[in-house]
């Protein structure tokens, strides 16, 4: 007859038709995972998708270079195109200016502009759901001759409107954006806000050295002083 084996006290019990790299290792599920490379594969679970069991494949779109997790079928991409190019390609996306309520394509969300792309404008993959690209960081994509990843940020350097105003935000020449990393936003917008608060503090500084200046000025009046 055959007995079941226990496990002993203190250890996990055994999972079946799993190898240790397949489980999640708990207190890892909000850190930061590197930036993926070209072949690097994955399990589903560990990239946030459906289905969990598959293996996914960081692989780039043959027309237009985009980035993305691919299933791999046999050892391959399922797609070699992403869902962008692949409904050009077979004609199910349609030009934009045959819209009756066509206004130019331009509008602004969270202080930035956005700005309407045509399907067959390389730099379409960057857009959202409804065909919309921030125009900051489709003028810094122009200027690379490349599409951005989600990751890769463009930072307003403000070199004519104050950092933070709306007149900077929409201020889209490639003289004022800067393309960094996400590490290096976060200290340039922490270096701002420090040099924001400065400048408020010096601010204070200055109301509060004109109203004792006012006072002392009406003191020596009262005492018949001549003014200095």
């Not at 050009?88 to 700005?115: D, F, Q």
Request: glycine fraction near 8%; hydrophobic fraction near 35%; charged fraction near 25%.
């Amino acid at each position: 007859m055959h007995k079941t084996q226990m496990p002993l006290p203190g250890l996990p019990l055994p999972v079946p038709n799993h190898s240790i790299t397949d489980l999640p290792i708990p207190g890892l599920e909000f850190t930061t995972l590197p930036k993926p490379k070209i072949g690097d594969i994955k399990k589903g679970w560990a990239i946030g998708k459906k289905c969990k069991k598959g293996y996914f494949v960081w692989s780039a779109c043959s027309t237009c270079t985009t980035e993305r997790w691919v299933r791999l079928e046999k050892g391959l991409p399922l797609n070699e195109l992403c869902h962008v190019c692949a409904m050009r390609k077979v004609g199910k996306i349609k030009s934009m200016e045959n819209n009756p309520h066509w206004r130019g394509g331009r509008k602004t969300k969270g202080n930035y502009i956005m700005v309407k792309l045509a399907p067959d404008d390389f730099f379409y993959a960057m857009c959202n759901k409804e065909g919309y690209a921030y125009e900051h960081r489709l003028v810094m994509a122009r200027h690379l001759g490349r599409c951005l990843q989600p990751w890769e940020i463009v930072h307003h350097k403000g070199i004519k409107f104050p950092k933070g105003s709306l007149e900077n935000k929409q201020h889209n020449v490639i003289e004022n954006l800067q393309f960094v990393t996400d590490d290096r936003h976060r200290q340039i917008t922490i270096m701002e806000l420090k040099i924001d608060r400065l400048l408020e503090g010096q601010r204070e500084l200055m109301q509060e050295i004109r109203l004792l200046r006012l006072q002392n000025k009406i003191l020596l009046e009262r005492e018949g002083y001549p003014h200095v």
